[in-house]
Structures are given as C-alpha cells and as structure tokens.
C-alpha cells in the first residue's frame, strides 16, 4: 500500500457518492480523522484516515500554497 500525502484544500473524488449527487469532497481539516466538505451540498463529515485511504478514488486538484501568497 502506497503512502498517500493530502493538504488542507484539496478536491478529492470519492468511490461511493453523496446521497445529493456529487462525489467532489474538499479535505477541511487533516488529522487521524479528516474532515471532509461536501462541494455539492455543503455537508461536513468526519473519516477515520485508515478509512478515507481506502475510499478516495483520485485527487482532482492541489491547493497552490505560493498563489494565496
């Protein structure tokens, strides 16, 4: 199994969508949970990592740390 690195601000797909339709998750808060917002509805949800590593499908996009600069 691969070490997988995430950032504050990332867009995530998930395997398994949300009941409102999307499946695009943005990671709020990193920890030994990660806190996820719904980009569809809004929703926050926590994710034991051992169990968000096993449901994320791809990372859509990065957060630019030098733009916000």
Not at 31 to 54: Q, Y
């Amino acid at each position: 199994m691969e070490n997988k690195e995430y950032t504050l601000g990332d867009h995530v797909i998930m395997k398994k969508g949300h009941p409102c339709g999307s499946n695009n998750w943005e990671i709020v808060r990193l920890g030994a949970d990660i806190k996820l917002k719904c980009t569809g509805c809004g929703r926050l949800v926590f994710i034991p990592r051992i169990e968000f590593n096993k449901k994320i499908k791809k990372v859509l996009a990065k957060e630019d740390n030098n733009a916000s600069k």
